[in-house]
């Protein structure tokens, strides 16, 4: 049985879904007879650029287009594993052989970032001088790293990806069409963890088609790929938020124990935060990539909780020792204001204080750890700038509040990096930490 993405694949300009900046113009370009011999597709993957060039190159030479026929004049090339000087030498003797059937001999280049710069100089000799009859549709999910020379000589044409609603639209149609019994908030998942791409939404419904004679439901979705409850989730935000470490603890065993993997967490809240973006979200949002294997599941309990402790409004030099006494009320008051710590917010209020600390301080390396800020000089004329009396008021009246470390021997930094990690692992964890790295750090 043919899959649905296959299935469902446009095969006209005027079947394409969400990409009407491309399609309204190409149509009218083709309606006008102005054809050129280079176009470049950008955009992410998933999201129609293919299927728009192969619609392209049928309707510029009047060819029928079903997705299983095999045109001599147009010719379709992987880039990544046809990415050497010689593939494009090859290329290029065959194009100046005229088309067989079609007025046109077309070639489809996908991923054309990933050809080597000596294939890049190869193809651009076509396209500085192009036989009548070619015409190049490259595609791409990188554009930047397709030289200049051959952006400048092709049209340039961006795609984006669908809207949740244009999305949940499409589903929906296709749903009725295949008559899939699926009720309207699990297609609306499907939608969101489809992140836009026709190609991937499309087969989360075809994997999703089977659970269910009856009405697919919102908690089947759920539960058949593994994910949270978007009021766990909610949950979740609002414990950080309010620097609740036991609330956070308690949701995520909860969650963990239902079977949602670490990193499927991380992805939807990073989905989440994105959806609706708050400052007090941006310094999670800044640590869930770090996430992953191993101890993901420590790690993601310590990007969690790593904010919800008191801040200290005090610039502390290397040299000076670490109080561990309880800290004073009115401390506990100041951490409440700045809880939502942000660094460009930071380094932006020093610029206009003083230009010459701002620059020393954008090449200095940061590591924000629980209510302090670690700055590493890799330089001693950069730290000797930033420890001079006025520039250390500076940087904490712009830190508001916040505990400012400067570092003398930056090459220390990963090593202090990761003691900080370990050692919050293990406070937040009992003082316990997990060695194994594959276990649930709330098993007992």
């Known amino acids: 049985m043919k899959s649905l993405y296959r299935k469902y694949r446009p095969l006209k300009l005027s079947e394409v879904v969400g990409q009407e900046q491309v399609t309204t113009l190409l149509s009218n370009s083709l309606e006008q007879g102005k054809i050129s011999h280079a176009y470049l597709f950008v ?94 549709i490259m595609a791409t999910t990188d554009a930047y ?25 499409f589903l929906k149609k296709i749903a009725e069409k295949e008559k899939i019994k699926i009720s309207d908030e699990a297609l609306k998942i499907i939608a969101k963890r489809g992140g836009g791409s026709f190609r991937d939404s499309l087969s989360l419904l075809d994997q999703i088609s089977t659970l269910s004679n009856s009405e697919i439901t919102k908690d089947l979705v759920i539960s058949a790929m593994g994910l949270a409850q978007d009021e766990k989730i909610d949950e979740l935000l609002i414990a950080y938020s309010s620097s609740n470490v036991v609330k956070i ?19 939807e809240l990073i989905l989440k935060i994105i959806s609706d973006p708050k ?44 109080r561990k006494e309880s800290l004073p009320s009115v401390i506990k008051e100041i951490h409440e204001n700045i809880i939502n710590f942000d660094w460009e917010s930071f380094i932006e209020k020093v610029r206009r204080a003083n230009e010459a600390v701002y620059s020393q301080l954008i090449k200095t390396k940061y590591k924000i750890f629980r209510d302090e800020l670690h700055l590493y000089p890799q330089k001693k004329i950069e730290r000797s700038i930033l420890m ?52 649930d750090p709330f098993e007992k």
């Open 279 to 322: 400052p007090v979200f941006l310094p999670l949002l800044a640590k869930l990539p770090e996430v992953k294997a191993p101890f993901a599941e420590a790690k993601l309990l310590v990007s969690l909780a790593e904010n919800c402790s008191a801040k200290t409004p005090v610039l502390e030099q290397k040299s000076e020792p670490k």
């Open 388 to 439: 001079r009396d006025n520039n250390k008021k500076i940087l904490i009246e712009a830190g508001n509040g916040i505990k400012i470390i400067i570092h003398e021997d930056f090459e220390l930094s990963e090593n202090i990096k990761n003691d900080e990690v370990l050692a919050k692992i293990s406070d937040i964890m009992g003082g316990e930490v997990i060695k194994d790295g594959g276990g």
């Open 43 to 136: 955009g992410p993957r998933g999201c129609g650029k293919t299927s728009v060039a192969r619609i392209l190159a049928h309707e510029v030479n009047g060819f029928e287009y079903a997705v299983e026929d095999n045109y001599v004049d147009i010719i379709e090339i992987d880039g990544a594993s046809n990415r050497g000087i010689d593939n494009i030498r090859e290329l290029r003797e065959k194009a100046l052989i005229a088309p067989t059937s079609g007025k046109y001999k077309i070639y489809i280049i996908d991923e054309v970032h990933m050809l080597t710069k000596e294939a890049f100089n190869a193809l651009l000799k076509i396209l500085e001088e192009p036989p009548k009859h070619i015409i190049f």
């Open 249 to 267: 603890t308690t949701l995520l065993k909860d969650i963990l124990s239902s079977g949602v993997k670490p990193e499927t967490l991380v992805e």
């Open 145 to 169: 790293k397709v030289p200049v020379t051959i952006t400048s000589r092709a049209q340039i044409y961006t795609f984006k990806l669908a809207n949740p609603k244009i999305m949940f639209d």
